[in-house]
């Protein structure tokens, strides 16, 4: 029999050579394929409740009464299931810089305790939920469904997570199974130890979570298992949250209808780009602005901004980006890590012109108002566009220039780009004006978009547009995961009142709105060196609110800024999510990328400082 190279989650499992090796690679590929296709199945039914509510609702109907609480369990199913996905491969959300520089002995166990911590979150979730699903009784008030199935997806997530490590370990080499083998040794004598150690009188566990789960986080671990885990170390230390307790908080975390919106805008994201409709809006901004200096750098600008009405996700412009805008930047002449710095400076913006998911993350986490939010982003976002815009004509120097665009030619790309901008017309006019919620928006704007890109792209049909799900469902899996399992750890820093130390702080350093403003700036600045932009949210917002209101400034405008400056985080060393995705998609060395980045990194950080000033002088009004 042959060797067998599976690809598992878009990685190339290395070649095997036993029977049981082989076995192993093959039913683990199977499970992992298998968890993608259910994904993506509960997005499409999802899709279908929310909408046939919508239906229901504008015609004057009370036929679909138990809707919304049906579209809340499919999207715990959706959320949870994507366990194991997130625990390897292209969806999890993992910070590599260290473990990738790591060599020898030292790697070796660095990927051993990033196994071990991935046990241990499987571990949480498994026996808390079956806790949970055993302590728990009633039914469901509109759908009559006995409450603990509410677990039933957090049980088999995580009972595959444990069975994919084990298939993993199996499906590979002697000397790359060791470190797993010895992940799950550790992971598992550590989580029984620690229910058995103690009570240790501490006063911050909390402290303690959070310092275990950045020691996660930094050594390679995928973020929802690290914050996860890290709360495992509270309970010696008298912390507040039993097993049962993690699983229902980072249940209800994601058990919040205007949540739903994040897999309806991915969605519609990966129609758009997957329908063809995306290069409709290049051509529309090159007939525009191709023919001025910088003409190229500027049409990837101004695509972005069109682009940002329909996606809501900068990672998923940066990865477009540096498909299919890069390759012709550099074919104008521009250095290729330059090519990748116009992209990853450019995608900044999707995830502040609305739609935007880090809009919804902060709304979630702080019960701000998505339309007044997405108001502020737009504003900020047009700011941030003028002076990239601005920037890219000082830096640029093209070796070819376009000629203009005749405008019989404008007429045409206009009208080729009329069914995507008539989408976010949809989504920010009906969100703003209150004719739908920003849910709903989402679901109108995922419907719109398929239809659309069927009738543009008949090849989408059946086969491809399954993918498209199963893609848009992984996507929004590992989202929520993400939001979820912050909340348990949130949660507990509230109940040791650490908001109250932090606004302490802060106004030691400077009392004021504008001291509030320079210290709460610099740290989101550090923060954004190092965390995600959903963690950084879910994390530092419940905690950074608050000082600024007490300091007499307005909400709204502080979450505006707060989302700008973690989204400049980006581009900022040592994470740099935007420069990564370039940098990977375009096969560069990220250090060169950075490099490149700095100019436009610095008009982005002066817009920044403009924002604060201002938001400060209006808090002295």
């Known amino acids: 029999m042959s060797n067998l190279s599976p690809t598992i989650n878009g990685m190339a499992v290395p070649s095997v050579n036993t029977y049981w090796q082989r076995h192993a690679a093959i039913t683990l590929h199977m499970i992992e394929k298998s968890v993608g296709a259910a994904a993506g199945g509960v997005l499409a ?92 009784g009633g039914t469901s008030d509109t759908l009559g469904i006995p409450e603990n199935w509410r677990y039933g ?26 470190k797993l083998v010895s992940g799950w040794i550790l992971g598992t004598i550590t989580y ?20 275990m789960t950045a020691f996660g986080i930094v050594i390679g671990a995928p973020l929802p298992h690290a914050l996860i ?64 200096r910088g003409g190229l750098a500027q049409t990837t600008l101004l695509t972005n901004v069109m682009f940002s009405g329909v996606s809501g996700s900068s990672i998923a412009d940066a990865a477009f980006g540096g498909k299919v805008l890069a390759p012709a930047l550099i074919a104008r002449g521009y250095a290729p890590e330059k090519a990748a710095a116009i992209v990853a400076a450019t995608s900044v913006l999707p995830n502040i012109i609305p739609p935007s998911i880090a809009f919804l993350i902060l709304a979630a986490a702080t019960n701000l108002s998505v339309g007044e939010l997405f108001q502020g982003g737009l504003v900020a976002g047009l700011i941030l566009a ?72 008949p090849s989408l049909r059946w086969r491809g547009l399954g993918q498209v799900f199963v893609r848009a469902g992984c996507e929004a899996s590992a989202v929520g995961l993400l939001i979820g399992c912050s909340t348990p750890l949130v949660f507990l820093l509230a109940v040791d009142r650490v908001p109250d130390v932090v606004t302490a702080v802060i106004t030691g350093i400077g009392g004021g709105p504008f001291g509030v403003m320079l210290a709460t700036n610099l740290i989101l600045l550090v923060a954004g060196c190092v965390l995600d932009i959903g963690a950084a949210i879910l994390l530092l917002a419940p905690l950074m609110l608050p000082v600024a209101v007490a300091a ?70």
């Open 45 to 136: 039914l999802l899709l279908a409740v929310v909408l046939a509510a919508v239906t229901a609702r504008y015609l004057g109907t009370n036929s679909l009464a138990g809707a919304d609480e049906l579209a809340l369990w499919l999207y715990v199913t959706l959320v949870f299931l994507g366990l194991p996905l997130a625990a390897s491969g292209a969806l999890a959300m993992r910070l590599d810089l260290l473990s990738a520089r790591l060599q020898g002995k030292w790697q070796w166990w660095a990927e051993t305790l990033v196994e071990a911590i991935v046990i241990q979150a499987a571990c949480v979730f498994l026996f808390g939920a079956v806790d949970v699903w055993s302590m728990l």
């Open 153 to 178: 997806p957090v049980i088999l997530g995580a009972a595959l997570t444990l069975v994919t490590s084990a298939l993993r370990a199996a499906s590979l080499p002697l000397i790359e199974a060791s």
């Open 192 to 211: 029984v130890l620690l229910h058995h150690l103690g009570p240790w009188p501490v006063g911050l566990p909390s402290a303690i979570g959070a310092t």
């Open 229 to 292: 885990a890290g709360l495992l170390w509270t309970l010696p230390v008298g912390g507040l949250l039993p097993e049962p307790a993690v699983v229902q908080n980072a249940v209800s975390g994601v058990g919040r209808f205007l949540l739903l919106a994040i897999p309806f805008f991915l969605l519609a994201g990966v129609l758009m780009a997957s329908g063809g409709l995306a290069e409709r809006l290049i051509r529309l901004a090159s007939s525009l602005v191709g023919h001025r």
């Open 386 to 457: 003028a002076t990239l815009a601005l920037a890219l004509h000082l830096l640029s120097h093209e070796l070819k220039q376009e000629t203009a665009a005749t405008p019989q030619e404008r007429k045409a790309a206009w009208w080729g780009a009329l069914p995507v901008l008539g989408m976010a017309f949809i989504i920010v006019l009906g969100i703003r004006m209150g004719v739908v919620t920003p849910t709903e928006a989402a679901a109108v704007a995922a419907s719109y978009a398929l239809v659309v890109a069927m009738i543009t792209q």
């Open 552 to 621: 007499g400034i307005d909400p709204i405008y502080f979450g505006v800024i707060l989302v700008v400056n973690l989204m400049i985080g980006g581009l900022t060393p040592p994470v740099g999510m935007l420069v990564y995705v370039t940098s990977n998609v375009m096969r560069l060395p990220a250090a060169t990328v950075f490099r490149a980045s700095l100019p436009l990194l610095g008009a982005l950080l002066v817009v920044l400082a403009l924002l604060a000033m201002a938001a400060a002088v209006w808090a002295l009004r």
